[in-house]
C-alpha cells in the first residue's frame, strides 16, 4: 500500500510531481485542488468553499475530509494513493493519520522544497489546460502554440486564484495553516523525503523519488 503525501507550498511543483508520479506507482492522483474546483463548476453558484477558494483562504476542514474520505474508498485508491494539497491542516492530518491507523498504513511524506522567488515566478505566470489538468507556465514552460495545450488544443487557461493579491494570501495561509503540519510530521515516526524542488526539472526531481520509493520496502 502506497500512501503518499505530497507536501509543499503552492507553486512547489506538487501538481506536476503527481502526475508524473502517478506514472511510476501505478496508483491515482488525488488533489483536493481539483477536486474542490470540479465540485464548483458542477454545482454552480458562490458557496462558501468557492468564496474561500477565490481568496485564497482554506476551505473547511469538515468539507475537505469528508470528500477525500469518499474519494479513498473508491476501488482504485485500494493499492494506495498520491495526495496532493492534503492534508493541509492540523486537524485534516489527525483525520488522515486517524484513517490510515485504522487500516494499518503509514504515510510517506514527501516535501518539495522552493525558493520563495521561485514560487512566485512559476505562480504569476502559471496557465493550465481546463480539460486535461496540465500545467504551462509563460516563461518557465510554454506551450507550442500560444495560448493552447500541447497534449489536446484546448485554449489554456489563467486560474482565478493566481492574481497577484490572491497569490500573497494563498501563501500567507500556507505559512499560518499548512507549514505546521510540516513541524508535526517532523516530530512523528513517519518517513519524509526532503526534496530540493528548486533546481532540477521536473522530470528529473520526479525520477529522484521515484527511486527513492522503490528502494523503500515500507511503501
Ligand atoms: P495551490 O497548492 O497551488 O494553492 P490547489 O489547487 O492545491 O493549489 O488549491 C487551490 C485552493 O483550493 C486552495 O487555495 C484552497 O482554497 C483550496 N484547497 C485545496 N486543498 C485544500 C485543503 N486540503 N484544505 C482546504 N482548502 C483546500
Keep these: 500500500m502506497k500512501a503518499i503525501v505530497l507536501f509543499g507550498s503552492p507553486g512547489s511543483g506538487k501538481g506536476t510531481q503527481a502526475k508524473l508520479l502517478t506514472g ?13 474546483r470540479g465540485e464548483m463548476s458542477r454545482s454552480g453558484g458562490m458557496t462558501n468553499a468557492a468564496a474561500a477558494m477565490q481568496s485564497g483562504l482554506l476551505v473547511a476542514d469538515d468539507l475537505v475530509n469528508g470528500m ?4 479513498l474508498a473508491k476501488p482504485d485508491a485500494v493499492n494506495g494513493f498520491i495526495l496532493d494539497g492534503y492534508p493541509r491542516t492540523l486537524p485534516q492530518a489527525m483525520h488522515l493519520r486517524g484513517w490510515l491507523e485504522g ?12 525558493d520563495y522567488n521561485i514560487v512566485i515566478a512559476r505562480l504569476s505566470g502559471r496557465r493550465q489546460c481546463p480539460k486535461c489538468g496540465t500545467l504551462y ?33 494563498r501563501l500567507a495561509a500556507y505559512d499560518r495553516q499548512t507549514r505546521p503540519v510540516l513541524d508535526y510530521y517532523r516530530t512523528t515516526p513517519v518517513r519524509m523525503l526532503e526534496i530540493d524542488g528548486s533546481q532540477e ?19
Design 68 to 71: 477525500v474520505e469518499d474519494r
Design 137 to 169: 507556465n509563460l516563461v518557465l514552460k510554454p506551450p507550442q502554440r500560444d495560448g493552447v495545450c500541447d497534449l489536446d488544443g484546448e485554449t489554456l487557461a489563467v486560474r482565478e486564484d493566481d492574481s497577484e493579491r490572491v497569490i500573497s494570501e
Design 24 to 36: 511510476c506507482l501505478g496508483v491515482p492522483h488525488i488533489s483536493t485542488g481539483d477536486m474542490l
Design 103 to 114: 487500516r494499518g498504513i503509514s504515510e510517506v511524506v514527501i516535501h518539495l522544497a522552493v
Design 201 to 219: 526539472s521536473p522530470e528529473r526531481v520526479s525520477e529522484m523519488i521515484c527511486r527513492a520509493l522503490k528502494t523503500d520496502d515500507r511503501t
